[in-house]
C-alpha cells in the first residue's frame, strides 16, 4: 500500500515537470493533437500538413427522380463503404478537407441577400427573379425537382448570373423570394413582387424572369437523351442549352418577341448551338409587359445538372451585355 502511494506521488512529480515543457514547445492544436495520439491510438489526427488517410467514407447518391409535377420527396438513398481505417480529427475547422460538393459552394450562401434581396450597384437597371423558385436541377438530392434546395436551384443560376452581369458594369437586384410555394399563385406573386421593386427603384429597365425547363421524363434512357439533346459543349464544357419565352397575351408582345428573336440570332451567331428557338405561349403574359424589356429566359432543364446550368451564365451575360449595352 506505502510502495504504491509512493509510485503515485512519483508519477504525479514527472507529470508536474514534463507536460509544462511539452505544452511551451508544443502550440494549442498540436498540443491537443499529441495528447489524441497518446491517448488514442485508434484515432489519426490529420491537419493541413499530413497526408489524408486512405479509407475516407465513399458516399454515393442513386436517386432516381421523380415526374416533373410530382411534389413529394422521396428519402435519399445512400450507400457508404464500411472500410474505415480510422476516426478521422481534425483540428480547426480551416483544416478539415472538402468535398467536391463544399469546393463547389453556393453563391447564394456566399453573398449577402437581405430579406430575399442582393443589390450589386446603386440605380440597377436589370432584375433578376424568379417566378418558379422552387425549379431545381437534376442533381438535387432532394429527388423532386420542386423544393428549397437553392443551391441546385434556378436561384443558384440567378445568382451566378447577376455575378456576370455585375462583372460588366451591370447594377443587378437579384431576388430570392419563393414565389410558387402555392404553385397556381406563382404568377400573380411574382407580379406583386416586380411592381413593387419597379416602383421604387425607377432606374430598372430590363426585367428577367429565370426559369428551368420542365419536360417529361419518363425513365433513365429518356432522360439521358434529353440531357444530351439540351446540352452542348463550349471550350471544352458541357453546358447547358437556353431559350426566350414570349407571352402572346402582352400588349407589347411585338416588341418582346423581336427583343427575343434578336438575342436568339445574337446568341446564334457568337456561340451556334447554345441557344434553341424563342418559344411562344399563347395565353401567356408571364409579367413581361411590366418593364420596358421584359425577358423569360429557360437555362437548362429537369434533366441537366446545377452546374450544366451555371456554365451557361457567363455566355447569357454576354449576349444580354452587348445587345444592351448602350443602355448602360
Known sequence: MFKNKIKAIKIGLLLVCILPTISQALDKDHFFKYLLKSSYPEVKVIDKNEEKSEGT???????????????NNKEDKDS???EEEFVNIYVG???KPQTEEEKEASTITEKNYTNDLRITKDKPQVLVYHTHSSETYSDSPENNYHSKDKEHSVMEVGSLLTDELNKRGWGVMHSTQYNDLSYNESYSKSCNLVKSILSSNDSIKI??????NGLDLKNNEAKKQIHDKSTTEINGETVAKFFFVVGQRNENVDEIR???EELTALAEKKYPGLVEPVVTKKYGRFNQYLAEDGLLIEIGNNATSTQEAKATCKYVAEILDEYYKDRK
Open 258 to 260: 423581336k427583343e427575343a
Open 80 to 82: 457508404e463503404n464500411d
Open 93 to 95: 475547422e480551416e483544416n
Open 57 to 71: 467514407d465513399v458516399i454515393n447518391n442513386n436517386e432516381e427522380k421523380q415526374d416533373e409535377e410530382t411534389l
Open 207 to 212: 426585367t428577367i424572369d429565370l426559369h428551368r
